[in-house]
């Protein structure tokens, strides 16, 4: 029999590993460094009853299979949220998103942004970075305003460096009759996009959703496995307890520069090429107040450098048991860094602090109910789409499938594009369909077709 092994317990590796029980195979085995699952989408729970996830996650759709699962796998206990975005820039709250709203500008600016907008769809022109799509697709007032600095400030990353070529619905657009409707008409235009309504575990965040895939895959599923250098050539894994297992096709949803960097048999081109590879990093500082939320909005962002943070999340909005009670509401903040945008971590819980008061989200004597911080510290935040990622990507992912290695999910397909949750469950459940049905994938598009026979169609 074909043994599967699949490396790694978030969304990617979970949604493997449901599918491979949901088909009745029998030898597989899923390994996770942690002693819990979920990966960046598992929640924790603090001393004083919060629940922090790791960043806002809000759960979209793309799928009916995932659809179906969810389902499946949280019943009636979800709450179901109104998107309320805002954004705070020149001292005041705007509704997201921005071009539909920018009548909440001052007036020179607002006039900026329409010209800008005008001049850039009178004069179209080329672009291949995201600092130039930007520019060309919003104008320079809308660019330079907010679409510019927000990005940089989330992305920590150098806007020119990035390709435009991963954005699809992932940054809203712009209809340019209706930004002027809204400034001369006055109006407010707050509902945009694939995740106006969205869902949320009733109990225990995020990470409710996945500690619900417990079941199916606990049998086979083995905590506290650190895999530390897989050997392409031999097919094993080493793990840093000194075990080792063997495989006929691996699974890994391991940031794709680490699985390559560690291995054993991956050619100097191959290296060079993981090495061409950039991300993000993040601090998510978690903040519990002791009082009634004053506030009914979702999220907002952040664009200007009044605080270090991009976003922050009222995530006690989202359900009555994220804070211990209704006395209580929880604010999650996201600060990105890198070696472009360093942050030091030391003090990012007081900057954190600062920043909520700087931009009125808390009183200067909240300060004094604040009861309970939380900071987790998130190597691997956000795959960037650079200007040189889809070529390394090509070199890498033919390599590994010739060796049946299947590379997925955020960090293993480092596909920002496809880098959210349902994304990536169906990201390991469709690596799986190709290795046992042969199925084409149709999330993850593979460089290169696989040449093997799909096992159970072989059997
Ligand atoms: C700040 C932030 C905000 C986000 N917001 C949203 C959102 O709003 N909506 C949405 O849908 N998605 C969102 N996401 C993305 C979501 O978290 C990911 O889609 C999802 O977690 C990716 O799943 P994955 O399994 O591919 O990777 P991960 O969740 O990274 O899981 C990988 C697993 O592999 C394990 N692992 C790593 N190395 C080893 C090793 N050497 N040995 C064994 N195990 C190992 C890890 O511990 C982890 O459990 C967000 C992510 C971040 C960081």
């Known amino acids: ?228 250098q897989v050997d392409f050539d031999a097919r094993v894994v080493e793990f840093d307890d000194g075990t080792c297992t063997r495989y006929d096709v691996l699974i890994s949803s391991l940031p794709i520069d680490q699985l390559v960097t560690w291995s054993k048999g991956a050619p100097p081109e191959i290296r060079e090429a993981a090495a061409r590879l950039d991300h993000s990093s993040s601090y998510i500082v978690g903040v519990g107040v002791a009082a009634p939320c004053p506030s009914t909005r979702c999220w907002l962002y952040f664009p200007e450098q009044d605080c270090p943070f991009y976003r ?19 604010l999650l903040t996201e600060t990105s860094y890198s070696p472009w945008k360093p942050e030091p971590g030391q003090e990012i819980v007081e900057r954190v602090v600062d920043g909520l008061v700087t931009t009125g989200l808390l009183e200067e004597a909240d300060r004094a109910r604040i009861a309970s911080t939380h900071l987790i510290d998130v190597p691997y935040s956000y795959p960037v789409p650079t200007l040189e990622r889809d070529d390394a990507l090509a070199i890498i992912q033919p390599f590994l499938l010739r060796h049946d290695v299947y590379s997925r999910g955020r960090f293993g397909a480092w596909l920002y594009e496809i880098g959210n949750m349902d994304h990536s469950t169906m990201q390991g459940v469709e690596a799986v369909n190709s290795i046992l049905l042969g199925d084409k994938e149709t999330t993850w598009k593979p460089s290169e077709p696989s040449s093997r026979t799909p096992v159970l169609r072989a059997a």
Request: glycine share 8%; net charge negative.
């Open 1 to 228: 029999m074909t043994r599967i092994v699949i490396l790694g317990a978030g969304p990617t590796g979970l949604g493997a590993a449901y599918r491979l029980q949901e088909l009745g195979y029998q030898d597989w085995d899923l390994y996770e460094q942690h002693d819990y699952i979920g990966g960046l989408a598992a929640s924790f729970r603090d001393d004083r009853g919060f629940t922090h996830d790791v960043g806002g996650h809000v759960m979209f759709s793309h799928y009916p299979y995932y659809d179906a699962l969810v389902e499946k796998l949280m019943g009636d206990n979800y709450t179901e949220i109104m998107r309320e975005s805002w954004i705070w820039m020149r001292d005041r709250f705007i509704p997201y998103p921005f071009q539909n709203n920018i009548k909440y500008l001052p007036r020179e600016e607002v006039l900026e942004c329409v010209l800008g907008l005008i001049e850039a769809q009178r004069h179209p022109r080329p672009s291949e970075t995201f600092a130039e799509w930007i520019e060309a697709t919003f104008g320079q007032g809308i660019a330079r305003h907010f679409m510019l600095p927000y990005n940089a400030k989330v992305w920590a990353h150098p806007l020119d460096r990035m390709s435009k070529h991963w954005i699809a619905e992932r940054v809203s657009v712009v209809d340019s009759e209706r930004v002027l409707r809204n400034v001369i008409l006055d109006r407010d235009d707050v509902s945009w996009g694939p995740n106006s309504r969205f869902k949320y575990p009733l109990h225990g965040g995020t990470g409710g959703l996945f500690n619900a895939f417990l079941p199916y895959v606990e049998p086979r599923l083995h905590l506290q496995k650190a895999a530390r």
């Open 312 to 330: 922050v999340t009222y995530l006690s909005n989202y359900s009555p048991f994220i804070a211990p009670d209704e006395h209580h509401y929880l």
